[in-house]
């Protein structure tokens, strides 16, 4: 029976090998932290605000192979050309750095944090210049076939910390600790790659799920938002005009996972000693803007598990193969 275990196990391995591209990797790239701002500690938290994403988006991106000489992609990151970036299936780039007075979100709510979503503009081919080519269109959709209207798609993008900030690095970001009178390292993060993932005017998808007043319209924030009018229709989420409607209102509301009342890490601001974790209203604000996020999108059964009948039928066939391959050789 050894071989039937055996196979059994080769079985489990290649069901979770499948699974491998089922959610997204995000990868940091700290070539531009010139200054070695980003220490073990503070690399480490950056891990974990990564995780915040890796463990609810489940998109099936398309990889991005770039070949010298051949088709390629260059990016642009911190001024910087990258020539023939390659991107895995399912993997975000992320160029990180450090440069004094880092400022975003508007005039009054400024943050010491800046992240790009890497845009179209940035992708050129190194020989193959038709936009519409295969190549050509694998790389600014990987795959999302509703690119750029109903949407997202990016190869990555940059993220910006404000160097003369005095930061606190959380190796466990779990739980909370008192850090007054310095920014949270894992919060900024966040924010930062709120706008890599798409709160950005790089992203077409953003802005057509802005209504006319300068709020967030899409249909599953709505519903978590659950804040009804008069007449009991649900209100799309304010967004902050100080912040070029890429942020909501200072001080709007969503909700953790176990239930308690965070400002979601959408709303433009973050003070020093402040904590924010994503709340289920970010999440479906990310799933309005095209990202496949468990809870607001149903995930797909990848892999395909046997159900228990399958195994007996599986077995009970074993089991028949190995009687004829007995039946056989007592013959011979
Ligand atoms: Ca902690
Ligand atoms: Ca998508």
Not at 80 to 89: K, P, R
């Amino acid at each position: 029976m050894n071989h039937i275990r055996n196979l059994t196990l080769g079985l489990a391995l290649g069901a979770s090998m499948g699974s491998a591209h089922a959610f997204i990797n995000i990868t940091y790239d700290y070539r531009f932290d010139t200054t070695g701002f980003f220490t073990d500690e503070r690399k480490a938290t950056l891990e974990q605000a990564a995780q915040a994403f890796e463990s609810r988006i489940f998109d099936d991106l398309t990889a991005i192979v770039s070949t010298p000489g051949g088709n390629g992609i260059n990016a642009n990151a911190f001024n910087t050309q990258i020539s023939n970036l390659s991107v895995a299936a399912g993997e975000l780039v992320i160029f990180v750095g450090a440069t004094p007075h880092v400022s975003s979100e508007g005039r009054n709510t400024s943050v010491p944090v800046a992240g790009q979503m890497a845009g179209f503009n940035g992708l050129t081919s190194t020989s193959d210049q038709t936009i519409n080519s295969p190549y050509m269109v694998n790389a600014r959709e990987r795959g999302q076939t509703g690119w750029p209207d109903s949407d997202v798609s990016t190869w990555g993008g940059q993220i910006q910390f404000d160097s003369t900030k005095s930061w606190y690095a959380d190796t466990d970001a779990s739980t909370v600790e008192s850090f007054a009178g310095q920014y949270d390292l894992y919060s900024a993060t966040l924010k930062g790659l709120l706008s890599v993932f798409g709160a950005d005017q790089n992203n077409d998808g953003w802005a057509n799920k802005l209504s006319g007043q300068g709020a967030f319209n899409g249909a599953k924030a709505k519903a978590e938002y659950n804040v009804v009018n008069s007449r009991g229709i649900l209100q799309a989420i304010p967004t902050d005009d100080d912040a070029g409607n890429l942020r909501m209102r200072p001080g709007i509301q969503g909700k953790l996972a176990d239930g308690t009342l965070q400002t979601l890490v959408f709303s433009s601001g973050l003070a020093m000693g402040e904590r924010r974790y994503m709340t289920e209203l970010d999440y479906a604000m990310l799933d309005d803007m095209g990202w496949d996020v468990s809870g607001f999108t149903e995930m797909p059964v990848t892999p395909p598990v046997p159900e228990p009948q399958a195994w007996l039928l599986l077995a009970a066939g074993l089991g028949l193969i190995a009687h004829r391959a007995r039946a056989r050789s007592t013959l011979s």
